[in-house]
């Protein structure tokens, strides 16, 4: 069945640091595939999307590009923050449910000063 | 509040107890969910609901019920709690499966 794997965490970055997320998965077709982000204590919030290959999602200064022939959306920022700490979800819409988004298990990052 | 009321935010259970957690959103999506997140489990979706009437089991939902009991409203409800069921739930909604999900703020549920 249709899948995502993420990098485990967490991933400890100092204040600027390029940032890498990656995320893998497997599907049946053409799937859409999204970043979520979850703040402490919050609910998920969609960070970015892509719905075809080769489109780069981008929101908030991070980037993630649908690469179908590796099968990835690696979530990328050039220069972290403090305030960008949080628990960042990778998903996917598969094509044979169109109702139901599945998740990785999440990468924490922690951005330290 | 991403459009949705989820409640309660916290509750004890002792096992065998029975409770229902309650989500209404106000977007007037047809696509409702229940998730809950465990430690290095990331998000398992227990029910969904594609429109009005319609309810689906997702990858884990043995132990809930659920009701779709209007478009707003979408209510998972545990009938014997096991500790097993701890956990943090989180009610979702959204129109169409590429667009996005509005995540409620959760429910951090303990079994003892």
């Known amino acids: 069945g249709d899948s995502v794997t993420q990098m485990e965490g967490p991933v400890t970055l100092s204040e600027e640091a390029f940032l890498t997320i990656n995320c893998t998965y497997t599907?049946?077709?053409?799937?859409?595939l999204f970043w979520y982000v979850q703040y402490p204590g919050e609910g998920l919030q969609l960070l970015l999307k892509a719905t075809k290959a080769d489109d780069k999602g981008s929101n908030k200064g991070f980037e993630a590009t649908y690469r179908k022939e590796t099968t990835s959306f690696h979530l990328e920022k050039g220069s972290v923050q403090v305030s960008d700490s949080a628990v960042y979800f990778c998903?996917?819409?598969?094509?044979?449910?169109?109702?139901?988004?599945?998740f990785g298990t999440g990468t924490r990052l922690q951005v330290f000063p | 509040n991403a459009g949705v009321t989820q409640t309660p935010k916290f509750q004890v259970l002792k096992t065998g107890q029975s409770m229902t957690l309650q989500c209404a959103q106000d977007?007037?999506?047809?696509?409702m969910y229940w998730y809950r997140q465990d430690p290095g489990m990331g998000l398992r979706l227990i029910y969904y609901?594609?429109?009005?009437?319609?309810?689906d089991k997702g990858e884990v939902p043995n132990g809930y019920n659920v009701s779709r009991l209007n478009k707003r409203e979408f209510s998972l409800r545990l009938e014997s709690a096991a500790p097993s069921q701890t956990s943090v739930y989180f009610c979702?909604?959204?129109?169409?499966?590429?667009?996005?999900?509005?995540f409620g703020s959760g429910t951090q549920l303990s079994v003892l």
């Open positions: 998903a996917l819409s598969g094509m044979r449910n169109t109702d139901k988004l599945i």
């Open positions: 977007m007037n999506h047809n696509s």
């Open positions: 609901s594609a429109s009005e009437g319609t309810t």
């Open positions: 599907a049946t077709g053409y799937p859409s």
């Open positions: 979702a909604h959204g129109y169409r499966r590429n667009e996005k999900l509005f």
